[in-house]
Every structure is written in C-alpha cells, then in structure tokens.
C-alpha cells in the first residue's frame, strides 16, 4: 500500500479538530462507573456537573476544553506499506497547522525562551510525532492526543535507589498524585513509566497515560502494579477537581522496560479527565476514522 500525504495532511487536520470535540466513549463510561462508586455526595456532584459539560460541549459543537493542547501525533506503520517517512512528518505538521487556522481555535504552542506564537499550533519539534511499527500488513495509523499543560506540568522523574525495589515506586507514585492534588484536573489516569533509561522511562510514563481506560500493561508485573496503585491514589481523599472523594483517578496505568543493574528509574506522567484522542487509520480501502 502506498500512501497518499494528501490524505494524511487531511487526516492530521481532521484528527486535531475531532480529538478536541469528542471524548472518547471508555473516558465517558470511566465517568458512570466513578460516579456509580463515588462515597461522598458533594464528589458525585462534581462528577455529574463534569459528565453534562461534556454532552454539553459534544452537543453544541464546542471544544471539551480550552486548552488545545501539545498536538502529539503517534503513527505506527504496518507490513508493506511505502510511504515517504520525511513527506509523512511534513504532511503531518501542515494539517496540524491548518486545523488551527481553518477552524480558528486556540494555538497553544509559542517558542520557550521568547513566548512568540505563530497561532499554528506547530514550532520548533512540535507537533511532537512519534514513529512504531506493526505487524499489521497494508495498515498506517495515526493517531492524535492534544495533551494539555494542566496534566503535563505534573510530571516526574525519580532515579529510585534498585535496592528499595517496589515499594519506592508505590511510594513515588502515591507522592506525586497528593503534590498534583487538583492541579491536574482530575479524575485522572495515571500513567507510570518503570525501568529503561531516564529519557525512555518517561515516554512509557507518556504511553501509560495515554492508554485506553480497560486497557492492561502487557508485562505481568506491571499489570499487577496498576491495580495496587489504582487501589492506593483513590483512597488519597483527592477526589474530583481537588475537592475531595473516593474519585481521584480513573485508573492507574503502568509500561515498562529492562532497566541496568544499578538503576530503578520510575517516572510518572497524568492526563486529565478531558483525556482526549482521536484515530485514523489508512487501508488501501481509505480512510476510517475513530477513538
């Protein structure tokens, strides 16, 4: 399968605009089912204000929130297909680009040391795009998460001491949930990154929180890990919007990765509730679009 960029540079714009405008439908049941478990009245509230916000936004065409965002792009390319990996980035950026401009909404991104915005959502390496492979043949995916400062500011790297093994990383992990407190607008999905290298436990940490609600890290391990730390961050009293409850976090998600003998790095990364995504995947059929 050869890819069209044409169709990519479309999908790119598309993807943005359809990412900040619809919730996908696992964030949406992660709401029911806090809310169906939530103890304390006051949070169930803030839960029900949150949910209708939401239909609200979806229903009258406006964006879920304010904030557009980081546009991050991960695309993972199947068996077979040809595609132009430079023209891929470029086709990329210039719908990033053009979704900001053609539907006018807020372009988040400026230069780090100026603060200039050039009201496109791109700059220096960003869009951020990451690249993976599948063993899927003729299939490209792309898909999009604007991921905003309220949850990307509470983000930490801890190189662990290995002798303290798990129980520094239940630790570091509980400590970061209470120092974001409100700040990260929650319910949230935690995501954790163990093991690697300090650059690479972070990006797991960015994959974790990232994932689909239901979703299960594929080590054991790890796997066993999130439900002990999903168990630990709702029993913190943190609550929806910092305000208190049962309700602090939608899940906590864990990756991980072979480290070296005298490292233990543990990194955490947060979404908000307004955790957004959109998908895009090209067949030799066209394109189909989704969460």
């Given at each position: 399968?050869?890819?069209?960029?044409?169709?990519?540079?479309?999908?790119?714009?598309?993807?943005?605009?359809?990412?900040?405008?619809?919730?996908?439908?696992?964030?949406?049941?992660?709401?029911?089912?806090?809310?169906?478990?939530?103890?304390?009245?006051?949070?169930?509230?803030?839960?029900?204000?949150?949910?209708?916000?939401?239909?609200?936004?979806?229903?009258?065409?406006?964006?879920?929130?304010?904030?557009?965002?980081?546009?991050?792009?991960?695309?993972?390319?199947?068996?077979?297909?040809?595609?132009?990996?430079?023209?891929?980035?470029?086709?990329?950026?210039?719908?990033?680009?053009?979704?900001?401009?053609?539907?006018?909404?807020?372009?988040?991104?400026?230069?780090?040391?100026?603060?200039?915005?050039?009201?496109?959502?791109?700059?220096?390496?960003?869009?951020?795009?990451?690249?993976?492979?599948?063993?899927?043949?003729?299939?490209?995916?792309?898909?999009?998460?604007?991921?905003?400062?309220?949850?990307?500011?509470?983000?930490?790297?801890?190189?662990?001491?290995?002798?303290?093994g798990v129980d520094a990383?239940?630790?570091?992990?509980?400590?970061?949930?209470?120092?974001?407190?409100?700040?990260?607008?929650?319910?949230?999905?935690?995501?954790?990154?163990?093991?690697?290298?300090?650059?690479?436990?972070?990006?797991?940490?960015?994959?974790?929180?990232?994932?689909?609600?239901?979703?299960?890290?594929?080590?054991?391990?790890?796997?066993?890990?999130?439900?002990?730390?999903?168990?630990?961050?709702?029993?913190?009293?943190?609550?929806?919007q910092g305000l208190g409850?049962?309700?602090?976090?939608?899940?906590?998600?864990?990756?991980?990765?072979?480290?070296?003998?005298?490292?233990?790095?543990?990194?955490?990364?947060?979404?908000?509730?307004?955790?957004?995504?959109?998908?895009?995947?090209?067949?030799?059929?066209?394109?189909?679009?989704?969460?």
């Amino acid at each position: 399968m050869k890819v069209d960029l044409q169709q990519v540079e479309e999908a790119a714009k598309e993807l943005y605009i359809r990412a900040l405008k619809l919730l996908p439908p696992d964030i949406k049941q992660g709401f029911e089912a806090l809310a169906a478990r939530e103890s304390d009245a006051g949070a169930k509230r803030v839960l029900g204000t949150m949910m209708k916000n939401i239909s609200v936004a979806e229903d009258t065409h406006n964006l879920l929130c304010q904030d557009t965002g980081i546009p991050i792009y991960n695309v993972r390319i199947g068996r077979g297909v040809e595609v132009d990996g430079v023209g891929l980035k470029q086709a990329i950026r210039r719908g990033c680009a053009r979704s900001t401009r053609e539907y006018s909404f807020r372009s988040s991104i400026v230069h780090p040391t100026t603060r200039v915005n050039e009201q496109t959502s791109t700059g220096r390496g960003v869009p951020i795009v990451n690249f993976d492979f599948m063993d899927e043949d003729n299939l490209l995916e792309i898909e999009m998460i604007p991921k905003g400062s309220g949850s990307e500011n509470n983000s930490w790297l801890k190189m662990a001491v290995p002798a303290e093994g798990v129980d520094a990383i239940r630790t570091f992990v509980v400590d970061c949930v209470l120092e974001a407190g409100g700040k990260t607008c929650p319910p949230t999905v935690v995501g954790v990154g163990v093991g690697g290298t300090a650059d690479l436990c972070v990006h797991l940490a960015k994959r974790a929180a990232t994932r689909a609600l239901g979703s299960r890290c594929e080590d054991p391990e790890g796997a066993r890990l999130e439900q002990a730390l999903t168990h630990a961050v709702n029993m913190l009293g943190v609550g929806p919007q910092g305000l208190g409850g049962d309700s602090t976090a939608f899940a906590v998600h864990v990756e991980t990765a072979a480290t070296h003998i005298t490292m233990n790095p543990v990194a955490v990364n947060m979404q908000c509730h307004s955790a957004r995504r959109a998908r895009a995947i090209f067949r030799p059929g066209g394109v189909e679009y989704g969460f």
